[in-house]
C-alpha cells in the first residue's frame, strides 16, 4: 500500500519559513519523481516544485529564488524548503509521486498525499 505522509505546515507570519516533510513508503522511492502541489481556497490546484529520480528540480514562477525542494533516498522523503513565506503561499500543499516526471509537473502523478495546511499572515 502506498502511503504519502506530509508534515511541517503551520502558521507563520510573512517573511518567515516553514519546512515541509514528505515520507513516502509502498513504492520504489529511488525510481519516483516526486513533486509538491497546492491549493488554495477557490482555486485550481498548481505546480510548486518537483524533482525527478536522478534530482533535477523544477519550480514554478511564484516559488522561485524562496522555496527549495530536495530529497534523501535513505529516508525515503522529500522536502520543501519555505523562505520568504507571503500570504498568497497560503494554501495546502500535497505531495505527490510518480514515476514519470511530466506526470508530477502537471499533476496527473499516481500517488498522493493527505495535505498539510500552510498559512501565512500578514
Known amino acids: 500500500q502506498v502511503q504519502l505522509v506530509e508534515s511541517g505546515g503551520g502558521l507563520v507570519q510573512a517573511g518567515g519559513s516553514l519546512r515541509l516533510s514528505c515520507a513516502a513508503s509502498?513504492?520504489?522511492?529511488?525510481?519516483?519523481?516526486m513533486g509538491w502541489h497546492r491549493q488554495a481556497p477557490g482555486k485550481q490546484r498548481e505546480l510548486v516544485a518537483a524533482i525527478s529520480s536522478d534530482a533535477i528540480t523544477k519550480y514554478a514562477d511564484s516559488a522561485k529564488g524562496r522555496f527549495t525542494i530536495s530529497r534523501d533516498n535513505f529516508r525515503k522523503t522529500v522536502y520543501l524548503q519555505m523562505n520568504s513565506l507571503r500570504p498568497e503561499d497560503t494554501a495546502v500543499y500535497y505531495c505527490?509521486?510518480?514515476?514519470?516526471?511530466?506526470?508530477?509537473?502537471?499533476?496527473?502523478?499516481?500517488?498522493w498525499g493527505q495535505g498539510t495546511q500552510v498559512t501565512v499572515s500578514s
Open positions: 505527490v509521486a510518480d514515476r514519470r516526471l511530466l506526470a508530477v509537473l502537471g499533476g496527473s502523478g499516481d500517488h
Open positions: 509502498g513504492i520504489l522511492f529511488d525510481l519516483n519523481a
